[in-house]
C-alpha cells in the first residue's frame, strides 16, 4: 500500500509522482484503528516544471500478496514560509466535514467497498480515509477530485504531513528463506492472522529435517578410510609387482647369459677341441712320414689348412662375444664379410646388396650368433647344392623388421632332397629361437631363393626412428656413414 502525490499539468496529464509506501505494521498496532497510537509523517519535495496541480491518492494497488489495512487522517499539505512570503496551507484535512469529504474526494478501483470513511481514535475523534484489502486479485483507493486539487506552481517547495495507522502482510504464498541452518529436526508453525493482523488461533505445522553435511557423516570418511586403505593396497600391490618384474627380467638375462655361456662354451669343445684335436693328429702323422717328402708336405697342408679354420672359429666366436658388436650395422659388415669370404673360396661371383644400416639400433649377441650361423648354413647348401656361378646377398630394414635373402643363379634344388647333416634343417629353428623365420623358394633351372627375416624389438625401432628424425630436423648432429657394400 502507498500514499502517492502526483503532478499534474494544465490539461490534468500526471507528469511525475512522488510515493511512500508503508509495510509491516505501525508501532503499538492492536488490531483495531479505535485503539491503536497514529503514527506522524512528514515529507518534503518539490513541484517539476510545468506542474499545474497536486494529485493525491490513497492507494492498496501494489503486489497481489500484499493485504491489510490503512488508515490515513490529519492530511495537510503547505508552503514553507519565506522572508518574502507567509506559509500558504493548499489542503488541510482536519477542516474538512464528512460532507466536504465525500465532495472532495472520491473512491476509484476494481473494489470500491474496500474504500470508506471511519471515525478513529477517541478523544478527539477523526474522519479517517480507510483502506481494507482483503481481495488479492482487486484493489481500492482514494483520491482527491481533480478538478478541485489543489494550484501549484512548477519549482513550489511543497510540505506533506499526515497521520497514519496501518497493518500489511501477506495473503499469498510466499517464500521463507533461513541461511546457514544448522542440520537437525524442525518444526516450522504458521498463525494465520486476519485482514487487521489479529491472530485467529489457527495454528500450521511444517516438519522437516535438515540433512547433516555428506563430509561430516560417518559413511563418508568411513568411505574415504576405506579408499586410503585399498589406495595403500594397490600401491602396495603395484611395486610388488613391479619389483616382481625387474626380478623376472633380471632372472630372464641371467639366464640368457648362461644358455650363451654354455652355447660358447659347447662352440670351443666341440668345434674349436674338435679342430685341435685334429691338428694333433695331423701333426702326430707328419712326425711319422718325415721320411716320405710328399706325405709331409700333405700332411702340413692339412695342418695349415686346419689351423685357418681354427683361426676363423676363434674369430666368429671372439665377435659374437664382443658387447662392441651388438648392434645392426657390425652385425651387415660381419655377415656381408662372411658371405663374401665363403663364395670367393668356392670361387664364386659375388653381390651384396646393403643399405645404410644405423649403428645405434641393439641387437644382441644370441640373436648375431644365430643369424652368422643361418647365413653360414644357407651359403654352405648354395655352394654345394646349387651348382651357381653367381651368388647374391641383400639386407634390408623394412617396417621393423630385419630381412636377409640369399639368392644365386644355379639349378636349384629340392630342400627335401637335402642330406640332414648339410644344416638347412636348422634354419627355421634358429630363427625362431629368435622370433624370425625362414623361407626357402626353390626355383629349378633359375635358381634358389633363401629369406631370413627377424623382428626388430619397438622400442627400440621406434627410438632409432626418433633419433633419425632429430637428425633431419639438425642437420648439425648428423654423422653420416658410409654402410652401402658391392
Given at each position: 500500500m502507498r500514499i502517492v502525490y502526483s503532478f499534474l499539468d494544465e490539461e490534468d496529464n500526471a507528469i511525475s509522482k512522488k510515493e511512500f509506501a508503508v509495510s509491516d505494521q505501525t508501532e503499538g498496532w492492536?488490531?483495531?484503528?479505535?485503539?491503536?497510537?497514529?503514527?506522524?509523517?512528514?515529507?518534503t519535495f518539490e513541484a517539476p516544471?510545468?506542474?499545474?496541480?497536486l494529485w493525491i491518492s490513497i492507494c492498496s494497488a501494489g503486489s497481489p500478496q500484499a493485504l491489510g489495512a490503512i488508515a490515513v487522517c490529519d492530511l495537510v499539505v503547505r508552503t514553507p514560509g519565506t522572508i518574502n512570503s507567509s506559509e500558504l496551507t493548499l489542503l488541510d484535512f482536519n477542516g474538512y466535514s464528512l460532507d466536504q469529504l465525500n465532495s472532495e474526494w472520491m473512491k476509484d478501483g476494481s473494489?470500491?467497498?474496500?474504500?470508506?470513511?471511519?471515525?478513529?481514535?477517541?478523544?478527539?475523534?477523526?474522519?479517517?480515509?480507510?483502506?481494507?484489502?482483503?481481495?488479492?486479485?482487486?484493489?481500492?483507493?482514494?483520491?482527491?477530485?481533480?478538478?478541485?486539487?489543489?494550484?501549484?506552481?512548477?519549482?513550489?517547495?511543497?510540505?506533506?504531513?499526515?497521520?497514519?495507522?496501518?497493518?500489511?502482510?501477506?495473503?499469498?504464498?510466499?517464500?521463507?528463506?533461513?541461511?546457514?541452518?544448522?542440520?537437525?529436526?524442525?518444526?516450522?508453525?504458521?498463525?494465520?492472522?486476519?485482514?487487521?493482523?489479529?491472530?485467529?488461533?489457527?495454528?500450521?505445522f511444517l516438519e522437516f529435517e535438515m540433512p547433516v553435511p555428506f563430509w561430516k557423516t560417518q559413511w563418508f570418511w568411513g568411505a574415504v578410510f576405506f579408499s586410503v586403505l585399498v589406495g595403500l593396497f594397490l600401491a602396495h600391490q603395484y611395486r610388488a609387482r613391479h619389483r616382481l618384474q625387474v626380478e623376472n627380467l633380471e632372472?630372464?638375462?641371467?639366464?640368457?647369459?648362461?644358455?650363451?655361456?654354455?652355447?660358447?662354451?659347447?662352440?670351443?669343445?666341440?668345434?674349436?677341441?674338435?679342430?685341435?684335436?685334429?691338428?694333433?693328429?695331423?701333426?702326430?702323422?707328419a712326425e711319422r712320414t718325415v721320411d716320405d717328402a710328399q706325405a709331409s708336405t700333405q700332411n702340413f697342408q692339412r695342418i695349415t689348412e686346419l689351423s685357418r679354420k681354427l683361426v676363423a672359429s676363434l674369430y666368429d666366436t671372439v665377435w659374437v662375444v664382443n658387447p662392441e658388436n651388438d648392434n645392426l650395422e657390425a652385425v651387415g659388415n660381419y655377415l656381408?664379410?662372411?658371405?663374401?669370404?665363403?663364395?670367393?673360396?668356392?670361387?664364386?661371383?659375388?653381390?651384396?646388396?646393403?643399405?645404410?644400416?644405423?649403428?645405434?639400433?641393439?641387437?644382441?649377441?644370441?640373436?648375431?650368433?644365430?643369424?652368422?650361423?643361418?647365413?653360414k648354413e644357407a651359403t654352405n647348401n648354395l655352394i654345394k647344392h646349387a651348382g651357381a656361378s653367381e651368388a647374391r646377398m641383400i639386407i634390408k630394414l623394412e617396417n621393423s623388421k630385419l630381412n636377409i635373402s640369399i639368392e644365386d643363379d644355379g639349378v636349384g634344388f629340392d630342400p627335401k632332397s637335402v642330406k640332414l647333416g648339410s644344416g638347412m634343417g636348422n634354419l627355421s629353428h634358429r630363427l625362431e629361437d629368435i622370433g624370425g623365420?625362414?623361407?626357402?623358394?626353390?626355383?629349378?633351372?633359375?635358381?634358389?631363393?633363401?629369406?631370413?627375416?627377424?623382428?626388430?624389438?619397438?622400442?627400440?625401432?621406434r627410438a632409432v626412428t626418433e633419433a633419425r628424425n632429430d637428425d633431419i630436423s639438425h642437420p648439425d648432429r648428423r654423422q653420416p656413414k658410409s654402410l652401402a657394400r658391392t
Open positions: 492492536t488490531g483495531s484503528f479505535q485503539t491503536s497510537p497514529l503514527e506522524h509523517r512528514a515529507e516544471p510545468k506542474a499545474h496541480k473494489q470500491h467497498k474496500m474504500a470508506r470513511i471511519e471515525t478513529i481514535g477517541s478523544k478527539p475523534h477523526r474522519n479517517a480515509m480507510v483502506v481494507v484489502d482483503n481481495d488479492p486479485r482487486g484493489h481500492a483507493q482514494w483520491n482527491t477530485v481533480k478538478s478541485k486539487a489543489p494550484m501549484i506552481v512548477p519549482g513550489q517547495k511543497l510540505i506533506a504531513e499526515w497521520n497514519q495507522i496501518f497493518s500489511i502482510g501477506l495473503g499469498a504464498p510466499s517464500t521463507v528463506t533461513y541461511e546457514d541452518l544448522p542440520s537437525g529436526h524442525y518444526r516450522f508453525a504458521l498463525e494465520r492472522l486476519t485482514v487487521m493482523g489479529v491472530p485467529t488461533g489457527e495454528l500450521s632372472l630372464s638375462q641371467q639366464q640368457v647369459l648362461e644358455r650363451e655361456r654354455i652355447r660358447i662354451a659347447q662352440d670351443i669343445h666341440d668345434d674349436l677341441g674338435a679342430q685341435v684335436t685334429q691338428i694333433t693328429l695331423v701333426s702326430a702323422m656381408c664379410q662372411t658371405f663374401k669370404q665363403l663364395t670367393s673360396q668356392a670361387g664364386l661371383s659375388c653381390r651384396l646388396e646393403v643399405p645404410m644400416l644405423p649403428s645405434d639400433l641393439p641387437i644382441s649377441s644370441h640373436q648375431r650368433h644365430n643369424l652368422a650361423m643361418a647365413v623365420s625362414a623361407e626357402v623358394k626353390k626355383c629349378p633351372g633359375t635358381g634358389t631363393q633363401v629369406h631370413l627375416q627377424m623382428p626388430i624389438s619397438h622400442e627400440n625401432f
